[in-house]
Every structure is written in C-alpha cells, then in structure tokens.
C-alpha cells in the first residue's frame, strides 16, 4: 500500500510514532514519480533538492518534538501559474519560460506555514486557457486512467498527479471549471471556494473577477484540511473577503437528514450524456437514503452561461495579458527592429493559439463601439444568472448536477473544435460567473472513466458543501478506486 493511500490522521500517528519520516513521504512522491511521469507527465518543474532539504529540517522538528500543524510534512504540488520565490513559474507558456519569481504567492507563504513540501510545478493549459490541458506550451498531461484521454483543464497537471499519487494533494485555479472539470475526469475531488475566499495575490491573473484557488485531493476530508489551511483574508489582495473562516473539519458530521437539494432540468437534459445523467441519479438516490429531499428546479438563464463568459473572461484577459510585451519580464524577440516590432514579435513569439484567439476576442468586445453591444451585455447576464442561483438557495439548501456532460475525450479529439471544446465547461461555468463554491466528487464511472458529481453551495458556506460530499463519500466507494498505471 502507498503512504498516499492513508488518510491524514494515519500519517500522522505514522509519523508521531516514528514509523515514517518525512523525507519517507517526499520519497514517495519522487519514486512514484519516477514511475508514472513519463506516462502522466503532469509536471513542469520538479524542486527535488529543495524537497529533501525542507524534508530534513521537517524531520529535525518532529525529532524535537515541535508543534506540528495538519498538514504537517505532506507532499504537495502547485498549479505553475502561482508564483514561487526561486522556482520557475511558467504558466505553461514560451512567454514565462525563463520566468523566476522573486516572492511567493499567499497560498504558497501559507502551505509553507503549514509545513507542507512542495515537490515542483503542475502542468496546465497555456494561461488557464482551456479545458483539456492540450493547451500547454510544452506538453499535454495524461488522463491516468487510460493515456489516451485528456486529464481536463486547465488544472489538468494537479488533477492527475493526485489521481496517479504523484503528490498527496495539489493546488489548482478555476476561472470557469478548471479545479471541477479535471478534478471529474481524474476522479478525485475537486473544491472551487466562493470568491475571495482565498487570496489571489501571487496568481497570475487571467480573468480577474472569476479567478479563484482552491484544493484538488483524494478525498473530501483532505479538500477540508487544505482549504482551512489556505482562505482567510488577505490585505495584499484587494478582492479579498473580511470574513471569519468556520472549523471545516467539523462540518463533516454525515448528517445530512432534511437537506433540500435543487436539481436543475437544464443541468440534466439536452447534451447530456445518457450515462452521465444515470450516474447523478444514482448519487441522488444514496442522498436521499440519508434523508435529503429533491426535487427539479430551473436555472433559466444557464444557456447563456458560455457565451456570456468567453466575453467577459477573454475582456479581462485581453487587459490583464497586455503587460506581457516583451520589455519587463518574460521572453523577448531577438528579431525586433524597432519598439512595435519588439512588442509584435515578443507576443507573436511567445503566446500560443489559444490565447491569442482569447486576447483578440476580448480586445475586440472592449474595443469602441462594441463595448455596449458585447462586454456590458455579457455583465448584464451575468447578473440574471447569479439571480437565478439566489432565487433557487431561497427554498434549498443546495443545487446538485453533473460536473461535466460527458467523461474525458480522447487527446487530439477537439482540439480543432473550440466551440465543441468550451462546451465542456457548460456546467460549471454558471458557479464561476456567480461567484459562489462548488465542489465535484467522484460518483462513478462510464466506459471505465470516472464521473464526478458537481455540488453547489450559497456564497461563503463550504461548510455545507464539505458535508453533503463527504456524506456522500462515505456511503460510495468511488473516490477510493485507483488508476492501475
């Protein structure tokens, strides 16, 4: 059995017993990578002499005796578009390949302070860019259970490497699914926390009014850990939530009798797959042995979802990419014969595909003329599909539906197809343009690839999301089904 397959109370009383050490656990992480990587290769950047040196002096304090936090010694890994002091942060594009940051990102600072090891940088889509991790600049990561099969994205790297026990849990953003939708395809949990929860400073920015971190794991127990280690307000982070952070580990009592669960027709009708749609009722079911109640709802204004948020997420790409020019960090064009030349050509160079396509959508919906007929439109919609969400919590307590409408597609299968590719995202992007949390677990599988069921809670109660999930969890078997690499 891998240490990765024990839970955190096991590891703990492991290591207070002095059974394992940490740099047993960082070994782990390394040996499986070893074994996996080429196959999974969910990693940009591997910190390995970093690791073992923050290993032992890990191991010095537990010889001590010193205070020890929860997360005390466990293997972590990073979405490489959180910035690390001195490790390469590259966001999976050409543009920040010679990229070291020279100070941490808040959520880094407070895994540190959790006394967590990071073992390197997760691949991802180029710039949270994409649903399928295809988008890299460098690679595409693996689905680890069939390599033939995307791992989703944008966070596709931190999902995998947690599904394959690369790393015991990981970091990953998501701006309209990206910590949900991988976290589906991969089979483990997958939490997007409400808005400003958890700070983004030290997150580079994509779209900055759905940009949001939250924790990819093997189970809900450990979403709760990582995210009571990693929200609370953050000065340096201007659209940080003042709020009091709740004891999320108590939350997790499996009570769930009473529940009102709201199921949205739109969430469980057309372009969903007929498999995945079973497996939503079969999780409805177990729920409702535990004594919640559902019935349908209707969220009217979701088929508007998509296309309101590539106008507004692309708008705010178009901004917040404008500084990369080629002038104060990042690549620069050895071909440049004057200062638009240089600008041209350091954008042409260093950006792939997909961003350029977004960057010129969001130019062109900000642009004169059209900022009324596009931008403020799409912020109008935005609006109605946040007033469905309230409308509905006025009589439930929660929303369920699938995470996804189908499970993962092969590599190279839509990457012609945009359109196609950002359907995918259809069911999670109405949480992100509203600002509030979900979460996606593991409720089984179809053609031997895993489903994940999509919980949607009220903004700021995670508290509730944490503990229909984990209900769930513990009355399934899903979320302890292992890829066989």
């Not at 027709?265 to 004594?291: F, N, Q, S, T």
């Not at 499970?407 to 990457?415: H, L, N, V």
């Amino acid at each position: 059995m891998s240490l990765f397959d024990l839970n955190l109370q096991q590891i703990h009383a492991k290591l207070q017993g002095k059974e394992i050490t940490v740099a047993d656990l960082v070994d782990q992480s390394y040996t499986r990578i070893g074994q996996v990587e080429s196959k999974v290769r969910a990693f940009l950047t591997l910190d390995e002499e970093n690791a073992r040196q923050a290993a032992a002096k890990l191991d010095e304090q537990l010889a001590s005796g010193s205070t020890r936090g929860d997360l005390f010694g466990l293997p972590i890994g990073i979405k490489d578009n959180m910035v690390t002091e001195g490790l390469r942060t590259t966001c999976a594009s050409k543009f920040l390949s010679n990229y070291n940051p020279i100070y941490d990102a808040t959520v880094v600072s407070k895994l540190k302070d959790a006394q967590t090891v990071t073992i390197g940088k997760l691949n991802m889509d180029e710039f949270a860019m994409g649903g399928s991790n295809e988008n890299s600049a460098f690679h595409p990561t693996h689905n680890p259970w069939n390599t033939d099969y995307v791992p989703g994205g944008s966070s596709g790297g931190s999902a995998a490497a947690v599904a394959a026990g690369e790393v015991y849990f990981s970091l990953g953003s998501d701006t309209g699914g990206s910590i949900r939708q991988p976290a589906a395809y991969c089979g483990i949990v997958g939490l997007k926390p409400t808005y400003g929860l958890v700070s983004r400073y030290g997150l580079v920015a994509f779209a900055s009014s759905l940009d949001q971190i939250g924790p990819l794991t093997k189970n809900v127990e450990d979403s709760a850990y990582l995210l009571q280690a990693i929200a609370g307000y953050d000065a340096k982070d201007s659209t940080s939530a003042k709020v009091d952070i709740p004891d999320y580990l108590s939350a997790l009592t499996g009570d769930v009798k009473g529940l009102r669960i709201g199921v949205p027709k739109e969430y469980m009708g057309k372009g969903i797959d007929p498999a995945v749609k079973e497996k939503v009722l079969e999780a409805l079911k177990v729920l409702e042995g535990l004594g919640a109640v559902w019935e349908e709802v209707s969220l009217p204004h979701s088929e508007y979802a998509v296309a309101t948020y590539y106008l507004l997420a692309s708008s705010e790409a178009s901004s917040n990419l404008a500084r990369f020019d080629g002038i104060r960090y990042g690549v620069r064009s050895d071909n440049a014969n004057n200062l638009l030349d240089l600008y041209h050509l350091s954008r042409s160079e260093g950006f792939g595909p997909e961003v350029k396509r977004r960057i010129m959508l969001g130019t062109y919906a900000l642009s004169s003329g059209y900022y009324d007929a596009y931008y403020l439109k799409a912020q109008q919609v935005r609006t109605l599909i946040k007033q469905d969400f309230d409308q509905v919590f006025e009589k439930f307590d929660i929303i369920i539906g699938p995470t996804a409408p189908t499970p993962a597609f092969k590599i190279g299968e839509q990457s012609n197809d945009p359109l196609t590719m950002y359907l995918n995202d259809i069911m999670t992007i109405p949480v992100s343009l509203a600002g509030i949390p979900a979460i996606s677990v593991p409720c089984g599988f179809v053609n031997e690839l895993p489903v994940g069921l999509q919980v949607i809670g009220k903004a700021l109660d995670e508290a509730t999301l944490l503990r229909v999930a984990h209900a769930f969890e513990q009355h399934t078997d899903h979320h302890k089904q292992r890829p066989q690499l």
